[in-house]
């Protein structure tokens, strides 16, 4: 017994690494050991890929649709959703999102159910029965085989040394008695190799029938792992079907959800940190909402503030300010009073753009343009390089630089030099783009932050020229225009000051009926200045500004004082309907410091009462003891 065990021991070492064994090596032919050799890595990849593919389940393996439907995450999001929608008004818009949302997890929920239980029926449950019974069922055949192949084989060998002892006539005692034995002993042998090798044949022939089967069905077996990757994208193909369908219901519905009024003029768009080509088309504008909202507010209160760009804005204002001009532009007007906070809003709008609004693509150009000596030819560079611009990034330009060169007529007052606004708004108008890898970069950056500033410099102070004709700062409407001595006209400029003779010193009453006279929009040049303050208008007359130059000019007049107040000497009314016109008029010596008095409207029946009344931002003065006023340009 000992010497049996002994022996199979031996040749279960002299077994192959491959799984090739001498027992059925010597019945197998090249092509069927090499199949041997595949049934063990074969039933170990089974056997894992199962076992793992079964733990990407999320629901319980073997249940019906319903019961696993509920074991499912996306169901348990879809419950969650369902019992949140209940909370809010299902006539709002997260509402109607919620409710739809909720509906298309629970419809993904159960695309996921149909995945899965096809998953069980053609993938896994094959996969199961390869690992645990079909390959097993081939191993078992082989081990058989084996063993019966090793006991053959040793029966072969006593059968052997049997043969040899009774051929030599040696018994068990050495007489006739013993041969006897010793021949009985070799037949029993030989019977029992008999019985065993027709065994083992049988064996064989099974072992080599399940090799074939295995052989044929190879590529059956591959179909599981190309069947999993065809249910999977067919799930994934029905997930984004419903999600498709889903999104543009929930789109169209929530496009068509009523706004308020305020949203109907301007609807929410995202505006800050947006590519500005993008921005307008959204939009519909030609002018980006941030730069148009802030200049007009600016005109209209900011524009003598001292700092203005330069001194920071509250960080809460600042950020209540950038929401407020993204939802709903038409609620701005509570930010007019804080200046800094509207130039702040400006300055990140700026800054926040992807590309500058003179663009990368002209960077090296806007360089080469700066480092120019010679003025002349600076200004032609400049000038070139402007044309090449795309047609938004022109048009916002100009619209920035022909503000900010009339904030820069204010400087007396605002500090803000052309020098001054370049160095705060330069870095945000163009910056270098961004190279990774480039250690020089910020030297590089610096030395350009510098010309920048001499290049947006030189663009302020030769707006009229870079930029010319005059522009409509309010272009979209969209927002309460500037002040009168704020906004400069469309009118060409031949058609500012028209040209009026000055009229010869006769009295004229005008009619109340006479017609008014069009509208005129007059030069940022000819504004009062300070010293011009104290000339004193003649009682009853009033005009809304006064010229720079001593030459007389188109000055409109309209009554304040009452009935039957005569005009002080030195004054005359000219020919025709449209009130008074003045020559060479100078203040008493003794006059006054001019102080604020409220707007009249004129009278009817009196000089200048058809004319067109003064804007209600501009402020009159009130100037000596003759009570006459004058209009002039408000802070």
């Given at each position: 017994?000992?010497?049996?065990?002994?022996?199979?021991?031996?040749?279960?070492?002299?077994?192959?690494s491959?799984?090739?064994?001498?027992?059925?090596?010597?019945?197998?032919?090249e092509?069927?050991q090499?199949?041997?050799?595949?049934?063990?890595?074969?039933k170990?990849?089974?056997?894992?890929?199962?076992k793992?593919?079964?733990a990407?389940?999320q629901?319980?393996?073997?249940?019906?649709?319903?019961?696993?439907?509920?074991?499912?995450?996306?169901?348990?999001?879809?419950?969650?959703?369902?019992e949140?929608?209940?909370?809010?008004?299902?006539?709002?818009?997260?509402?109607k999102?919620?409710?739809?949302?909720?509906?298309?997890?629970?419809?993904?929920?159960?695309?996921?159910?149909?995945?899965?239980?096809t998953?069980?029926?053609?993938?896994?449950?094959?996969?199961?029965?390869?690992s645990?019974?079909?390959l097993?069922?081939?191993?078992?055949?082989k081990?058989?085989?084996?063993?019966?192949?090793?006991?053959?084989?040793?029966?072969?060998?006593?059968?052997?040394?049997?043969?040899?002892?009774?051929?030599?006539?040696?018994?068990?005692?050495?007489?006739?008695?013993?041969?006897?034995?010793?021949?009985?002993?070799?037949?029993?042998?030989?019977?029992?190799?008999e019985?065993?090798?027709?065994?083992?044949?049988?064996?064989?022939d099974?072992?080599?029938?399940?090799?074939?089967h295995?052989?044929?069905?190879?590529?059956?077996?591959?179909?599981?792992?190309i069947?999993?990757?065809?249910?999977?994208?067919?799930?994934?193909?029905?997930?984004?079907?419903?999600?498709?369908?889903?999104?543009?219901?929930?789109?169209?519905?929530?496009?068509?959800?009523?706004?308020?009024?305020s949203?109907?003029?301007?609807p929410?768009?995202?505006?800050?940190?947006?590519?500005?080509?993008?921005?307008?088309?959204?939009?519909?504008?030609?002018?980006?909402?941030?730069?148009?909202?802030?200049?007009?507010?600016?005109?209209?209160?900011?524009m003598?503030?001292?700092g203005?760009?330069?001194?920071?804005?509250?960080?809460?204002?600042?950020?209540?300010?950038?929401?407020?001009?993204?939802?709903d532009?038409?609620?701005?007007?509570?930010?007019?009073?804080?200046?800094?906070?509207?130039?702040?809003?400006?300055?990140?709008?700026?800054?926040?753009?992807?590309?500058?609004?003179?663009?990368?693509d002209?960077?090296?150009?806007?360089?080469?343009?700066?480092?120019?000596?010679?003025?002349?030819?600076?200004?032609?560079?400049?000038?070139?390089?402007?044309?090449?611009?795309?047609?938004?990034?022109?048009?916002?330009?100009?619209?920035?630089?022909?503000?900010?060169?009339?904030?820069?007529e204010?400087?007396?007052?605002?500090?803000?030099?052309?020098?001054?606004?370049?160095?705060?708004?330069?870095?945000?108008?163009?910056?270098?783009?961004?190279?990774?890898?480039?250690?020089a970069?910020?030297?590089?950056?610096?030395?350009?932050?510098?010309?920048?500033?001499?290049?947006?410099?030189?663009?302020?102070?030769?707006?009229?020229?870079?930029?010319?004709?005059?522009?409509?700062?309010?272009?979209?409407?969209?927002?309460?225009?500037?002040?009168?001595?704020?906004?400069?006209?469309?009118?060409?400029?031949?058609?500012?000051?028209?040209?009026?003779?000055?009229?010869?010193?006769?009295?004229?009453?005008?009619?109340?009926?006479?017609?008014?006279p069009a509208s005129?929009?007059?030069?940022?040049?000819?504004?009062?200045?300070?010293?011009?303050?104290?000339?004193?208008?003649?009682?009853?007359?009033?005009?809304?500004?006064?010229?720079?130059?001593?030459?007389?000019?188109?000055?409109?007049?309209q009554p304040?004082?009452?009935?039957g107040?005569?005009?002080?000497?030195?004054?005359?009314?000219p020919?025709?309907?449209?009130?008074?016109?003045?020559?060479a008029?100078?203040?008493?010596?003794?006059?006054?410091?001019?102080?604020?008095?409220?707007?009249?409207?004129?009278?009817?029946?009196?000089?200048?009462?058809?004319?067109?009344?003064?804007?209600?931002?501009?402020?009159?003065?009130?100037?000596?003891?003759?009570?006459?006023?004058?209009?002039?340009?408000?802070?």
């Open positions: 017994m000992m010497k049996r065990q002994l022996h199979r021991m031996r040749q279960l070492a002299h077994t192959g491959l799984g090739r064994t001498p027992e059925t090596a010597e019945f197998l032919g092509d069927l090499q199949v041997e050799q595949r049934l063990e890595p074969a170990r990849a089974a056997h894992n890929v199962h793992r593919l079964q990407c389940l629901g319980q393996s073997g249940a019906d649709m319903d019961k696993r439907v509920k074991k499912l995450p996306l169901m348990a999001l879809s419950t969650t959703m369902a949140s929608f209940k909370e809010l008004d299902p006539d709002s818009s997260m509402g999102a919620l409710e739809m949302s909720c509906a298309i997890q629970n419809q993904l929920a159960r695309i996921l159910a149909e995945l899965e239980m998953l069980e029926r053609d993938v896994l449950q094959p996969l199961n029965r390869l645990e019974e079909e097993p069922a081939i191993l078992k055949h081990k058989s085989l084996q063993k019966l192949v090793s006991d053959w084989n040793t029966l072969k060998s006593r059968l052997s040394q049997a043969a040899k002892n009774s051929g030599s006539g040696q018994g068990l005692g050495g007489g006739p008695g013993s041969y006897t034995t010793t021949a009985n002993k070799v037949e029993m042998l030989k019977e029992e190799e019985e065993l090798k027709r065994k083992v044949e049988q064996c064989k099974e072992y080599l029938a399940d090799l074939y295995f052989a044929t069905k190879e590529d059956t077996y591959a179909n599981y792992f069947h999993l990757m065809e249910i999977q994208a067919d799930y994934h193909r029905k997930s984004l079907s419903s999600l498709d369908t889903a999104l543009a219901e929930l789109r169209e519905n929530h496009s068509q959800t009523d706004p308020s009024p949203m109907m003029a301007a929410f768009s995202r505006v800050y940190g947006v590519p500005l080509g993008t921005h307008l088309r959204e939009l519909g504008r030609d002018i980006a909402l941030p730069i148009e909202a802030c200049v007009t507010m600016l005109l209209s209160e900011g003598k503030e001292e203005l760009f330069r001194l920071a804005a509250g960080a809460s204002v600042l950020k209540r300010l950038k929401q407020t001009m993204a939802s532009p038409c609620s701005l007007q509570e930010f007019c009073s804080d200046p800094h906070a509207v130039a702040g809003a400006l300055k990140s709008y700026l800054r926040e753009l992807p590309e500058p609004l003179m663009t990368f002209l960077y090296d150009d806007w360089m080469r343009a700066a480092s120019l000596k010679e003025p002349g030819a600076r200004l032609e560079a400049l000038q070139e390089v402007c044309s090449r611009l795309p047609r938004e990034n022109l048009s916002n330009l100009r619209y920035l630089m022909k503000f900010l060169a009339r904030l820069a204010e400087q007396e007052v605002n500090k803000m030099t052309p020098s001054n606004i370049a160095i705060v708004l330069g870095p945000n108008l163009l910056w270098p783009p961004e190279k990774e890898g480039d250690l970069q910020l030297d590089a950056a610096s030395v350009s932050s510098i010309q920048v500033v001499g290049m947006v410099e030189a663009l302020i102070q030769n707006a009229d020229t870079l930029f010319p004709g005059d522009i409509n700062f309010n272009v979209s409407g969209l927002f309460s225009g500037p002040a009168p001595q704020d906004k400069v006209s469309d009118r060409p400029a031949s058609e500012e000051l028209p040209s009026i003779a000055t009229p010869t010193p006769a009295a004229v009453p005008a009619p109340a009926s006479a017609p008014a005129v929009a007059l030069k940022e040049s000819q504004a009062p200045s300070a010293g011009q303050a104290h000339h004193a208008a003649p009682p009853g007359l009033q005009h809304p500004r006064l010229p720079s130059s001593p030459t007389p000019g188109p000055w409109l007049w304040c004082d009452p009935p107040s005569a005009p002080p000497s030195g004054w005359q009314q020919p025709g309907p449209h009130g008074a016109t003045p020559i008029p100078h203040c008493p010596p003794a006059c006054p410091a001019p102080e604020p008095a409220s707007t009249s409207l004129p009278q009817p029946g009196l000089p200048g009462a058809n004319l067109p009344h003064p804007s209600l931002s501009e402020r009159t003065y009130r100037c000596g003891p003759g009570g006459g006023r004058r209009g002039g340009r408000g802070p």
